[in-house]
């Protein structure tokens, strides 16, 4: 069971956390709406610490790139029968929120899953144990004759 759980861990790893950082993100899984003063900023673009100008974008939950990046590189996938948790690394900030400042929690945001999300991770466990189930039924006999 949790070799099964394991392949929705990394479906979603690998096929569905890209999305979140897509232009579509932001309706189709529900984000907190941003500022205009900060959407302005962010498409206006920055400079990064080595004084090079980055060109501006209208991502979602991405500034410079380097949380996404950290979030799609790696992934501890832990599972058991009941469960299976995907652990990512990312900067503290993208973590840290306050309600009373009507800021966004982005961690939340970034692991949101759709309807159609839910509906593909259900139908992928259910093909990881229907195979899983089948090699168990499966007997070899041996022939051996002297």
């Known amino acids: ?3 099964s759980m394991s392949e929705v861990g990394e479906l ?3 096929k ?3 999305n979140h950082f897509e232009r ?3 309706m ?4 907190a709406p941003r500022s205009r003063k900060y959407m302005a900023r962010k498409e206006a673009g920055y400079t990064d ?7 501006g974008h209208n991502r979602p939950l991405v500034w410079s790139g380097d949380t996404e990046r950290s979030l799609k590189s790696s992934a501890t996938i832990t599972a058991n029968s009941k469960g299976v948790t995907v652990k990512m690394l990312a900067q503290s900030y993208f973590y840290a929120y306050h309600k009373d400042f009507r800021q966004p929690d982005k961690a939340a945001e970034a692991t949101r899953i759709s309807y159609d999300e839910s509906a593909r991770l259900e139908r992928t466990l259910e093909a990881a144990l229907s195979g899983r189930l089948d090699n168990i039924n499966q007997t070899e006999t041996t022939v051996i004759t002297g």
Request: no cysteine; net charge neutral.
């Open 16 to 18: 569905m956390l890209p």
């Open 28 to 31: 189709k899984y529900n984000y």
């Open 49 to 55: 610490q080595w004084g090079i100008h980055r060109a």
């Open 1 to 3: 069971m949790s070799e």
């Open 12 to 14: 979603w790893h690998e």
């Open 24 to 26: 579509f993100a932001m």
